[in-house]
């Protein structure tokens, strides 16, 4: 990699559940959204920028062609609020900061660390299961599975029409898959934010009661 490069990190099913040590490895940017693992409503983009990154995009020579995207129009807003000047090109979206504010407090009050572990015990949990009910995840090994979510193939003969109903029926909504190659042979489980920090909802023992139910529902029997 060059010295020019600037790493970029699409951190949004990332951030809040696994480690990311933005300036100890060199992140430039990492973005992220408000509604995965940092616990809020959607509606909101975040994003860590480098001062690296920043200076590269002053000396840009060509305009940029987009408005929301267009840091020009962000960075005067975000070091008026630091000054306390507050100002802002739009109607801001009030009640999704104070929903975000509130969950990165309680975030800082948890400690992240202690998050990072919550995480990767919870997916440990659930892919520990899903391997016990003989189905295969999507990832190739754990050493780079995600631990606030798990991508599952679909065992033979059952589809995402057959399953996904059927979680439904158990209060559980599940996703399909989103990879396009692959898109309609797995499904994904979230695992994040207070399903995983307040384990005593019981949202993860839930969820997996209901993926045992919702496959002998389709037909399908383990193998022993």
Known sequence: ???????????????????????????????????????????????????RAIGVFKARKTPVPNYYANWNRWLPIMNSYEARKPSYFATPAVQSVFALHVSLKQIVAQGVEKRFALHKEASTKVKKFIHDLGLTLVPTGLDHAANGMSAVYYPEGIAATDLLPKLSAH?????????????????????????????????LDATLN?????LAECGYKPAL
């Open 210 to 214: 209901a993926l045992k139910a919702s």
């Open 1 to 51: 990699m060059s010295p020019e490069t600037l790493v970029v990190v699409d951190g949004v099913c990332s951030v809040g559940s696994e480690e990311i040590r933005m300036d100890e490895w060199g992140i430039d940017v990492v973005i992220t959204a408000s509604q995965k693992a940092l616990g809020a409503p959607p509606g909101l983009c975040v994003l860590g920028v480098s001062e």
């Open 171 to 203: 209060g559980i909504v599940a996703a399909g898959g989103l990879h396009v190659e692959i898109a309609a042979k797995y499904f994904r489980i979230g695992h994040m934010g207070i399903s995983v920090t307040e384990p005593e909802r019981g949202h």
